[in-house]
């Protein structure tokens, strides 16, 4: 049996069988992993509190024939919490998408830095945003991935955009999203740009529905 070691951001995690779960990953090295977690459904398990949705962590996973089994896990840095439940939806709809978007076998190590980034961002958020700031920050992080990956939508003349939508948007493109929640602009500004990354993820070609922006408006 062969082993992999890599860091990893967890993603998501779904129960698989009586008392395992189902983890997707994605390694700093190896890209979009998909393991199985031994009993860590259990309340006595060690596992399941290192585990958690949004935490970066080192592993070790045997290789198997039917599927792959998380052999060990290890907490990297000290857990961060999120203090508003915009942080959570945010990190949700956005490692949805990572899932939907990537295939396993193809890794950029850009994608595991942008989580990371996207998560101090939320880790940061010290109040419930407004529905409006809190999709310009998913929608921030989105329109980055979608870049990284070559969906990225172009910016033309044509666009019915005011030009300070564009230039917010030009400024996400180009600078740390960890400004972005600083960023003063008009309500109007806002939402213009997030319409322009929610129209592209409309036309990027998923394999499933994200947990995406009309979810999160809809919860905000």
Known sequence: ??????????????????????????????????VVARGSSLSHSKQAGVL?????????????????????????EPAMGFKTLAAYIIMGALCNLVISLLRSGISDERVFHLLCETRRVCAGLASEPTSVRARIVFNGAALKLLDLLGFGPALSDSLDLPAESITLIKFIRSFPLTDVPRVTAETSVFDAASRFVENALSYTPLEAPPHGPATIRAIL
């Open 1 to 34: 049996m062969s082993y992999l070691r890599d860091q990893v951001f967890v993603l998501k995690k779904e129960p698989f069988r009586e008392h395992d779960r189902l983890y997707f990953l994605y390694g700093r090295e190896h890209g979009l992993l998909t």
């Open 52 to 76: 958690e949705p949004f935490s970066s962590i080192d592993v070790m996973i045997a290789q198997g024939q039917a599927f792959d089994k998380l052999a060990v896990a290890k907490n990297t």
